[in-house]
C-alpha cells in the first residue's frame, strides 16, 4: 500500500465527494455517504452516489477498498454496472441488518459479523 493509499479516514466526512472508481478504472460516482459498523466503528459501506438521482446512493461493501488521499479518490473491486444497479437507498437511510445482508448478498459476500444496524455519518 503506498503512501498515498491507506487505511480508511477515522471521520469519514473527510472523505465525502471523494471520486469512486471501479476494478476498470472508470469513475462511478462520487462518495456521499459512510455507514459504520456498530461493533467495531469502522467502514462497513461506502454509499456511492450516481447520475442524477442526488438523494439516493449505492451502498457498496468496503472490503478491499483503496482509499487514495492525494488524488481524492476510493477504488472499489467492483464493476461499474453492478455498482449502479444495485440496492440504493435514500442518502439519510440508517441500514436494517436486513438491508445489510441483501447488500451483502448482491455483492456476493457473506457478512463477517452478526450486526444488528449500521451508522449513518451523514
Given amino acids: 500500500m503506498s503512501e498515498s493509499q491507506e487505511r480508511p479516514e477515522r471521520q469519514p466526512e473527510a472523505m465525502y465527494n471523494f471520486s469512486v ?22 467502514h462497513e459501506f461506502y454509499g456511492v452516489k450516481t447520475g442524477l438521482v442526488h438523494h439516493r446512493v449505492h451502498p457498496v461493501p468496503s472490503l478491499s477498498a483503496e482509499i487514495d488521499r492525494e488524488n481524492r479518490a476510493v477504488h472499489l473491486p467492483f464493476r461499474q454496472g453492478q455498482i449502479e444497479e444495485g440496492p440504493s437507498f435514500d442518502d439519510s437511510a440508517e441500514l436494517s441488518a436486513a438491508d445489510v445482508d441483501n447488500i451483502y448478498q448482491y455483492y456476493g459476500l457473506r457478512s463477517t459479523a452478526n450486526r444488528s444496524s449500521f451508522v449513518n455519518t451523514g
Fill in 21 to 42: 472508481i471501479d476494478i476498470d478504472r472508470s469513475k462511478v460516482g462520487d462518495l456521499a455517504r459512510i455507514w459504520l459498523s456498530n461493533d467495531t466503528n469502522e
